[in-house]
């Protein structure tokens, strides 16, 4: 089984995730992860994306793709994998169904968390950050010492601020509308997930809509 996780930021798709994969015993993967794991491994896609990383540039869809193949490939994947950040733009959809037919596989499902945006702002605004560890908190002020003891002090990231979080929503949205019309259009298993509620009923529904 392999289904691709979509979501705007602060949806929950990457804790609902990883609640999804244990339930299974699947593993679940991210782009960031396996472009990590390549690097560190020193493989040839990986030195490519380090040299990319390095002059602080994207690395390119089809290097991103081919370092997915090769995870995809991986005996441990076998039963099936959490996708989670990997497809964002059309080209990276079409990309992905290229590697999982070429591995001779297929997409089972793409799941959707839904939240509306003004949820999502006053969830993503009241997050505070320590200065020190780094650690996210919810509820706290900014100003407020860490809770962990560390001695630093909560602060609110520049990218959560209001606006900054409107903006990253808009991109998603304009982004996010044509992929899910692409995979509605190419015959994709889309099921939409109800995000808002406590982590068990969110991944409740989600596994209900999986093992549909």
């Known amino acids: 089984m392999i289904v691709v996780l979509l979501g705007p930021p602060g949806a929950g798709k990457g804790t609902q ?9 699947i593993p679940k993967i991210a782009t960031g992860d396996v472009l990590r794991a390549a690097v560190k491994a020193g493989t040839e896609l990986g030195l490519a994306a380090k040299g990319f990383m390095d002059r602080g540039d994207l690395v390119p869809d089809e290097v991103i793709l081919g370092i997915m193949r090769e995870a995809l490939a991986q005996p441990e994947q076998a039963k099936g994998v959490i996708l989670d950040g990997v497809v964002r733009t059309v080209p990276q959809a079409e990309g ?3 590697v999982v037919r070429a591995l001779g596989r297929t997409l089972d499902m793409v799941l959707v968390f839904d939240i509306a945006d003004d949820l999502l702002v006053d969830r993503l605004s009241g997050r505070t950050t320590c200065d ?14 860490c809770p962990d003891g560390t001695g630093g002090t909560l602060v609110r ?8 979080i409107r903006n990253r929503l808009r ?4 982004q996010t509308a044509p992929v899910l019309q692409w995979y ?25 809509a999986v093992r549909r």
Do not use: W
């Open 96 to 98: 992905l169904a290229a």
């Open 171 to 174: 991109v998603y949205h304009a």
């Open 157 to 164: 990231r520049k990218d959560d601020e209001p606006e900054a």
């Open 184 to 208: 509605v259009e190419h015959g994709a298993n889309v099921q939409r997930i109800d995000a808002v509620g406590s982590f068990d009923e969110v991944t409740a529904r989600a596994l209900a």
């Open 17 to 25: 995730g990883e609640r999804i994969a244990d339930a299974l015993g």
């Open 132 to 145: 020190t560890c780094q650690k996210p908190f919810t509820g706290l002020r900014p100003g407020a010492p």
